[in-house]
C-alpha cells in the first residue's frame, strides 16, 4: 500500500485548501449578496453579463458535468466549438484523476483506467460501444481528432442504465448535440508543426493539421445540424537503440571473456524511423424535433488514417546464432556491474548487417447511430439503433545487406552503462551502399506480413422512463431497458520470407536508395536507407500464406451475442435537512461467445489438411449497483457506490486457434493457444468520494475505490494434459529423423503433454486513493485573478501477481504486477487566462508500469516501462470583440517539451532493452470563430 505518511499529507494539503478556498469564497459570496442588494442600474446589470471563454470555459464545463452526475465521474469539455484543451483526445483524458495513457509512436494512444489494463475499460462514442482497430478491445484514441469530439465522461462507478459499462470505467466521448448549442457557429482552425528530431532518409519532419466545425438550427429551432472536418499529415521520427530478450545468465564458456552467471542479452539493434500519419476524420450529427413530444438524432462518424514508415537499423547479434561464424566470438575488456549485468566490452567475431523495414498501415473506421426519444405523457421511451465498423490493413516488409563479396567479421564495442541511448561503435564503415548486399547469412534475405483485423458491431437499445409511483417514496422514477449486441471480430496474418530473385546476392541501385541515416546518437554512424517494398519487386519475391502448417493458428474469428436487461430507480429525496440523490438498481447480462479457426491435420490427405476447429460457451451475469450522493451544507458533496462489475476476456484471448507440435526427442507434444470458454473477470467494487464545490468555478476532492477481483485470466501451462480429447481431434506425428542414439529409435508422439492457454484463476484486491483541485487562483487573492491550477495524484495498489509463461522472460520472469499498474500517476496543469491571452504548462507523470506491446510475430508481450513525465506547453492570444480580428486566436504550442524517452528493460534497470526518442513538436497556428 501507499505510504500512510504521504497520503496523509496529500490529504492534509487537499484540506487546507478546501479551508482557505472556502473562507475566500465565502467571503466573496457576502461581498456579492450586498451588492445584490443594492438597486442595479441597466448598466450594472449589464456588467454582469459575463462571458467565459478559452480553458475557463472548458474547465467549468467539465465541473458542471460531475458536480450534477450521480455517479463517481470526470470530464472533460470543449472549450469551445471544434476545440478541446490538447492536440490529442488520448493526451486530454489521460490528464484526468485516476487515468492514464501508453504511448505508441510518440503518441498517447491507449488507456489506463485505475490503474488496470486498457482491457478492463470500455469505450464509447454518444453512449455507444465502440469497435477497435487493435487485436482486442482497447481504443486506440488517436484514431479520433480531438477537434470533433465536444467531451468526454469518464464512469468510474457504472449504474444500471449505463450499457457497455466496463469493469475499471467506461469512457465516453460525446459529439455535439446542435438543438442543444443554442446558436449558430463556425470554426476555422490551422496548425504547422515540425519534430525536433528534423528530417531523415526521405521523410520530412514537418506536417500540418486543419479542421473546421459548422453549427447550426434551421425552421425554428425543431431541426439542428452540426458538421466536422479534421484533416492532419503527422510527422513520424524516431530514434531507437533496442537490445534483444530475454537477457540472460551464460553459461561457463558459452562466450569466452564474459564469466559464467553474468546477465547478457544476445543482440543489440539501432535505428531512425522515418515517415509520416495522414488522417481524415468527419463527423455529422442531425437532430430533428418537431415538438417536445419526439426527438431524433442521427450521428455519424468516419475516420481513415494512413501511416506509412521506414526503420533503417544497424544489427548485430552476440550469440551463437551469427552466421555460423561463432568459433571467432569473443569479449574483451568486458565490465560487470554489481547485479552480475555486463555492461560494456568489445565483442569480436560477429556479422553485422544493415536492414531495412517497411510498414504501410491503413484504418478505417465508420460508425452511424441512430436515437429517437419519445415523449409520452409522463413516460419517456427511447429506441437506438446502432452499427460500427473498423478495419486495419498492413503491410510489413523487411530485407536483409551485409558486407560481401566475402563474409567480413566486425568487432563492435558495447556500452550499456549510461542514462541515455546504449552505444554499439562497430569497427568497419557501413555508410557505403555498394559494398552492402541483399543476402541471406544471418536471418534470411527478409521476411513479410500482411496482417488484417476486421471488427464489426451492431447493437439495438428500448428503453423507458416512468414516474415512480408516490408510495416508493424515495424514488423520483423508474428506468428499464434491453440492449442486444452482436460483435464479429476477425484477424488474418499471411506472411512468409522474402527470397531473393534468380540474381542472387545484390547491391541496391542508386534510383531505390534515399538520403543515408545518421545513427551517431547510438554510437554507429551513417547507415545507407532505401526504398524497401521498391527492393523487394525489383529483386526479391513475396508471397505470403496463412496456410501452412506453422501459419494457420494465427487466423481467427470471434464472436460475441450480448442481451442486457436492466432496471434502475433513481432516486432524489430529503434526509432531514441533506438531500439524497443517486440510483439503484442491477443488470442481467446474457453473454454468448464463440471463435472459429483452423488447425493444420497431418493425417489427412493433401488438400484437405486444414480444419475448422471451434468452441465457447454461454454465461449470465446479474450486476446490482447503487449509487448515492449526499448534497451536504456549503456545496459539498458526498457519495457512496457499490456494484458488481465484469470486463470481458481479451479477443485474443478468446480465439479458437492452437498451435501444436512435439518435441522430436522425446515425442511429448506442445500445444499454446486461446480459450473460448473463458469466464470473464468479475468483481464486487466500492468507492467513496468528497467533493467540495466554489460554484461552478473550482473544487477539490478526496476519492477512494476498492475492487475485489473474484478472478483473474492468467496464461497457464498445464503440464500431463490429455491431447486426446485436443480440440484438433489429433496429436501429429513426431518428425524426428535422427535416433537419439544407439539402439533408441525416434519415440513416438505421445498423448499426454503441455498446454499453454488463458485460463481463470485466482483474484485479489485493487485499491486507490485519488486526490483532485481544480482552482483558480483568485479564490485566495484578487492580485492573482487569471492564474490557476488543475492538479490531481492517484495512489494504486494490488496484491494481485501474474506470471505469463509466453512473455516472462521479457519482464524478467517470477511474478509480476499487474499490466498498466503505475503505483502513483501526477497530472498538474497550471496556467494563466486574462484579456485574450493564455498560457499553460501541462505535465502528466506516472510511475514505472508493465506495458503490454506487439512483438514481431504480432502478439502481446509484456516489458517492464520506465515511468514517464510527460510536460507540454501553450500560448495564444485571442482577439476581443470590438477588433477588426475579432473571432481570430492564435497559438504556439509544444509537445513532449523535454523530449522524454521511452524506456523498457528485464527486471531491472541495468538490463535495458528498448530507449526510443520521438523529439519534440512544434505547433503554430490560428482558430478564427464565424
Known amino acids: 500500500?501507499?505510504?500512510?505518511?504521504?497520503?496523509?499529507?496529500?490529504?492534509?494539503?487537499?484540506?487546507?485548501?478546501?479551508?482557505?478556498?472556502?473562507?475566500?469564497?465565502?467571503?466573496?459570496?457576502?461581498?456579492?449578496?450586498?451588492?445584490?442588494?443594492?438597486?442595479?442600474?441597466?448598466?450594472?446589470?449589464?456588467?454582469?453579463?459575463?462571458?467565459?471563454?478559452?480553458?475557463?470555459?472548458?474547465?467549468?464545463?467539465?465541473?458542471?458535468?460531475?458536480?450534477?452526475?450521480?455517479?463517481?465521474?470526470?470530464?472533460?469539455?470543449?472549450?469551445?466549438?471544434?476545440?478541446?484543451?490538447?492536440v490529442s483526445i488520448a493526451e486530454s483524458i489521460a490528464r484526468l484523476p485516476g487515468l492514464a495513457a501508453q504511448r505508441v509512436a510518440g503518441r498517447a494512444q491507449v488507456i489506463s483506467v485505475r490503474g488496470l489494463s486498457p482491457d478492463f475499460a470500455t469505450t464509447t462514442l454518444n453512449g455507444r460501444e465502440l469497435v477497435s482497430t487493435g487485436d482486442n478491445r482497447s481504443v486506440e484514441f488517436d484514431q479520433y481528432p480531438s477537434e470533433l469530439v465536444n467531451g468526454v465522461t469518464v464512469y468510474k462507478t457504472p449504474d444500471a442504465g449505463l450499457v457497455g459499462q466496463g469493469l475499471s470505467g467506461t469512457i465516453d466521448m460525446k459529439t455535439v448535440r446542435p438543438l442543444s448549442f443554442g446558436e449558430s457557429a463556425a470554426a476555422v482552425s490551422v496548425r504547422g508543426q515540425r519534430n525536433s528530431l528534423g528530417s531523415a532518409a526521405n521523410s520530412d519532419a514537418t506536417g500540418h493539421r486543419f479542421n473546421m466545425s459548422y453549427i447550426d438550427q434551421f425552421a425554428d429551432n425543431t431541426i439542428g445540424l452540426a458538421l466536422g472536418y479534421s484533416y492532419s499529415e503527422?510527422?513520424?521520427?524516431?530514434?531507437?537503440?533496442?537490445?534483444?530478450?530475454p537477457w540472460q545468465s551464460l553459461g561457463d564458456g558459452w562466450r569466452p571473456g564474459v564469466p559464467a552467471g553474468t546477465y547478457y542479452s544476445d543482440g543489440i539493434k539501432a535505428l531512425r524511423r522515418t515517415g509520416d500519419t495522414k488522417r481524415d476524420g468527419v463527423m455529422a450529427?442531425?437532430?430533428?424535433?418537431?415538438?417536445?413530444?419526439?426527438?431524433?438524432?442521427?450521428?455519424?462518424?468516419?475516420?481513415?488514417?494512413?501511416?506509412?514508415?521506414?526503420?533503417?537499423?544497424?544489427?548485430?547479434?552476440?550469440?551463437?546464432?551469427?552466421?555460423?561464424?561463432?568459433?571467432?566470438?569473443?569479449?574483451?575488456?568486458?565490465?560487470?556491474?554489481?547485479?552480475?549485468?555486463?555492461?560494456?566490452?568489445?565483442?569480436s567475431g560477429v556479422y553485422p548487417l544493415v536492414r531495412g523495414m517497411y510498414n504501410k498501415r491503413?484504418?478505417?473506421?465508420?460508425?452511424?447511430?441512430?436515437?429517437?426519444?419519445?415523449?409520452?405523457?409522463?413516460?419517456?421511451?427511447?429506441?437506438?439503433?446502432?452499427?460500427?465498423?473498423?478495419?486495419?490493413?498492413?503491410?510489413?516488409?523487411?530485407?536483409?545487406?551485409?558486407?560481401?563479396?566475402?563474409?567480413?567479421?566486425?568487432?563492435?564495442?558495447?556500452?550499456y552503462s549510461g542514462n541515455g541511448f546504449p552505444q554499439v561503435t562497430p569497427g568497419l564503415d557501413y555508410s557505403n551502399p555498394d559494398t552492402l548486399f541483399l543476402t541471406g547469412t544471418i536471418y534470411g534475405s527478409g521476411y513479410g506480413k500482411t496482417p488484417k483485423v476486421r471488427d464489426e458491431l451492431k447493437s439495438f437499445k428500448l428503453a423507458a422512463s416512468l414516474p415512480a409511483p408516490a408510495a416508493l417514496g424515495w424514488f423520483s422514477d423508474i428506468d428499464f431497458g434491453l440492449n442486444y449486441a452482436d460483435r464479429?471480430?476477425?484477424?488474418?496474418?499471411?506472411?512468409?520470407?522474402?527470397?531473393?530473385?534468380?540474381?542472387?546476392?545484390?547491391?541496391?541501385?542508386?534510383?531505390?536508395?534515399?538520403?543515408?541515416?545518421?545513427?551517431?546518437?547510438?554510437?554507429?554512424?551513417?547507415?545507407?536507407?532505401?526504398n524497401v517494398p521498391g527492393a523487394v519487386g525489383r529483386y526479391m519475391t513475396f508471397e505470403p500464406n496463412e496456410n501452412a502448417p506453422f501459419l494457420v493458428a494465427k487466423a481467427w474469428t470471434v464472436l460475441e451475442k450480448i442481451s442486457t436487461g436492466y432496471l434502475k430507480a433513481n432516486i432524489d429525496t430529503d434526509l432531514g435537512t441533506v438531500r439524497m440523490r443517486g440510483n439503484i438498481g442491477f443488470q442481467i447480462q446474457h453473454t454468448d461467445q464463440s471463435s472459429q479457426a483452423n488447425s493444420f491435420?497431418?493425417?489427412?490427405?493433401?488438400?484437405?489438411?486444414?480444419?475448422?476447429?471451434?468452441?465457447?460457451?454461454?454465461?449470465?451475469d446479474v450486476l446490482p449497483s447503487l449509487n448515492l450522493a449526499f448534497m451536504l451544507t456549503e456545496d459539498q458533496t458526498l457519495r457512496v457506490a457499490l456494484a458488481k462489475q465484469v470486463a470481458r476476456a481479451r479477443v485474443d484471448q478468446l480465439r479458437a486457434s492452437t498451435e501444436i507440435g512435439v518435441e522430436t526427442a522425446t515425442g511429448k507434444p506442445g500445444a499454446s493457444g486461446g480459450n473460448p470458454q473463458l469466464d470473464p473477470?468479475?468483481?464486487?467494487?466500492?468507492?467513496?468520494?468528497?467533493?467540495?464545490?466554489?460554484?461552478?468555478?473550482?473544487?477539490?476532492?478526496?476519492?477512494?475505490?476498492?475492487?475485489?477481483?473474484?478472478?483473474?485470466?492468467?496464461?497457464?501451462?498445464?503440464?500431463?494434459?490429455?491431447?486426446?480429447?485436443?480440440?484438433?481431434?489429433?496429436v501429429p506425428p513426431n518428425t524426428c529423423t535422427t535416433p537419439a542414439g544407439p539402439n533408441q529409435p525416434c519415440p513416438a508422439a505421445l498423448t499426454t503433454g503441455t498446454f499453454t492457454a488463458p485460463q481463470n484463476g485466482k483474484g485479489g484486491h485493487l485499491q486507490g486513493l485519488e486526490l483532485t483541485a481544480s482552482l483558480p487562483l483568485d479564490l485566495f487573492a484578487d492580485a492573482l485573478e487569471g492564474f490557476g491550477i488543475v492538479a490531481s495524484a492517484s495512489f494504486t495498489d494490488s496484491n494481485i501477481k501474474i506470471r505469463d509463461p509466453e512473455s516472462s522472460s521479457s519482464v524478467g520472469g517470477g511474478?509480476?504486477?499487474?499490466?498498466?499498474?503505475?503505483?502513483?500517476?501526477?497530472?498538474?496543469?497550471?496556467?494563466?487566462?486574462?484579456?485574450?491571452?493564455?498560457?499553460?504548462?501541462?505535465?502528466?507523470?506516472?510511475?514505472?508500469?508493465?506495458?503490454?506491446?506487439?512483438?514481431?510475430?504480432?502478439?502481446?508481450?509484456?516489458?517492464?516501462?520506465?515511468?514517464?513525465?510527460?510536460?507540454?506547453?501553450?500560448?495564444?492570444?485571442?482577439f476581443g470583440d470590438g477588433t477588426s480580428l475579432a473571432g481570430l486566436s492564435l497559438l504556439l504550442q509544444v509537445s513532449n517539451l523535454t523530449n522524454e524517452a521511452y524506456q523498457t528493460y528485464a527486471g531491472t534497470k541495468d538490463r535495458p532493452l528498448e530507449h526510443i526518442e520521438w523529439g519534440r513538436t512544434y505547433l503554430v497556428g490560428l482558430n478564427y470563430r464565424f
Open 601 to 620: 491435420d497431418t493425417t489427412k490427405p493433401a488438400g484437405s489438411q486444414i480444419q475448422p476447429v471451434g468452441s465457447g460457451k454461454t454465461y449470465t
Open 488 to 530: 464479429e471480430k476477425s484477424k488474418r496474418q499471411p506472411e512468409g520470407s522474402i527470397n531473393l530473385g534468380a540474381q542472387g546476392s545484390t547491391t541496391i541501385a542508386a534510383d531505390l536508395q534515399y538520403d543515408p541515416v545518421d545513427l551517431g546518437f547510438a554510437g554507429v554512424g551513417f547507415i545507407p536507407s532505401w
Open 1 to 86: 500500500m501507499v505510504k500512510l505518511k504521504r497520503n496523509l499529507l496529500s490529504v492534509a494539503l487537499v484540506s487546507a485548501m478546501t479551508l482557505s478556498a472556502t473562507s475566500a469564497y465565502a467571503q466573496s459570496t457576502e461581498e456579492t449578496a450586498e451588492q445584490t442588494a443594492q438597486p442595479a442600474s441597466e448598466d450594472a446589470v449589464e456588467l454582469d453579463r459575463i462571458t467565459v471563454t478559452g480553458i475557463r470555459a472548458g474547465i467549468e464545463g467539465a465541473i458542471s458535468v460531475k458536480r450534477d452526475s450521480t455517479s463517481i465521474v470526470e470530464a472533460i469539455s470543449a472549450e469551445d466549438i471544434g476545440k478541446l484543451p490538447d
Open 815 to 878: 511474478d509480476i504486477s499487474l499490466p498498466g499498474l503505475s503505483d502513483r500517476v501526477y497530472n498538474l496543469t497550471a496556467y494563466y487566462e486574462r484579456n485574450g491571452f493564455e498560457a499553460r504548462v501541462s505535465q502528466r507523470r506516472r510511475s514505472d508500469y508493465i506495458g503490454e506491446i506487439g512483438n514481431f510475430a504480432g502478439n502481446r508481450t509484456l516489458r517492464y516501462v520506465v515511468g514517464e513525465n510527460i510536460t507540454d506547453a501553450q500560448v495564444s492570444y485571442a
Open 234 to 245: 503527422t510527422p513520424i521520427q524516431e530514434n531507437q537503440v533496442g537490445l534483444y530478450e
Open 285 to 347: 450529427t442531425v437532430q430533428y424535433r418537431p415538438s417536445n413530444a419526439w426527438t431524433s438524432t442521427l450521428d455519424m462518424f468516419h475516420s481513415n488514417a494512413t501511416q506509412i514508415d521506414t526503420a533503417n537499423q544497424f544489427e548485430v547479434h552476440l550469440g551463437g546464432y551469427n552466421g555460423g561464424y561463432t568459433p571467432g566470438l569473443n569479449v574483451a575488456g568486458a565490465t560487470i556491474n554489481d547485479n552480475n549485468t555486463f555492461t560494456g566490452g568489445t565483442a
Open 681 to 730: 473477470w468479475r468483481a464486487n467494487a466500492f468507492d467513496i468520494s468528497y467533493e467540495k464545490y466554489f460554484g461552478d468555478k473550482a473544487y477539490v476532492a478526496a476519492a477512494y475505490f476498492y475492487k475485489d477481483l473474484r478472478n483473474y485470466i492468467y496464461t497457464q501451462t498445464i503440464d500431463g494434459y490429455d491431447f486426446s480429447d485436443f480440440a484438433a481431434s489429433y
Open 362 to 415: 491503413e484504418d478505417e473506421i465508420n460508425a452511424v447511430g441512430w436515437n429517437n426519444e419519445f415523449n409520452v405523457g409522463q413516460a419517456k421511451i427511447v429506441a437506438d439503433v446502432s452499427w460500427s465498423k473498423a478495419e486495419r490493413d498492413e503491410l510489413n516488409l523487411e530485407n536483409n545487406t551485409q558486407l560481401l563479396p566475402a563474409p567480413q567479421l566486425d568487432s563492435v564495442t558495447l556500452d
